[in-house]
């Protein structure tokens, strides 16, 4: 009986597998055709007044598509960034490093590096984004305990602090790698980033 409940789970398992896969290979196929008819043409001649479609315009325009950010994107990028701060986590903890009792400056390290890891995980639209910023600081206030206005300020601030920028570029390595091998290499770690650059 018991042989049978678990050659029963597996095949639900297997199933599960290939429908995931079946999926996966469907959005794959399906997203570069979405891209490519995303075209948005805001109002005719709003600067000066002319049809542009006319031709009267003197000088050619040009027409900036505007941003367009869908749900699906915001969600993924808020998993992926639970998942590899939830890793980083358990590996400082491992390590004897407790970033919700850990000095500010450790935890705008923290914010440093997500917001690096949450750049190499965005798409374009997304990368550097105030959207980015918000959900990067939301995130590490949920996990380190620093108030959301610090990490924001310290990724505006990322270029004016090397300790920063160091942090960030260890996340921008950590999650690319991360992204393809599923693990952090130890040299782009939370961990390795805070304590090269703190006393703690």
Known sequence: MVNGLVL???VGLLALLVLLALRMVTLVRSEPMAAGHQEFWSGKGQATGHDLSSGT?????AVRKPVVET???RAQIITRLHILIGLQERDCRVNGLDLTTAPEAVKAY???WL???GC???DKTLRHSETLA???AQITSRKTGIRQPEALQTISTLTADKTHLACFRAGLEGAEFWQYNHYVPPTSS???AITDNAFI
């Open 8 to 10: 029963l789970i597996q």
């Open 57 to 61: 315009s003197e000088w050619p325009v």
């Open 71 to 73: 749900p699906s994107d």
């Open 110 to 112: 923290t914010a440093a």
């Open 115 to 117: 917001y690096g890891a």
């Open 120 to 122: 190499a995980l965005s």
């Open 134 to 136: 918000v959900i990067v």
């Open 190 to 192: 939370l961990y390795e």
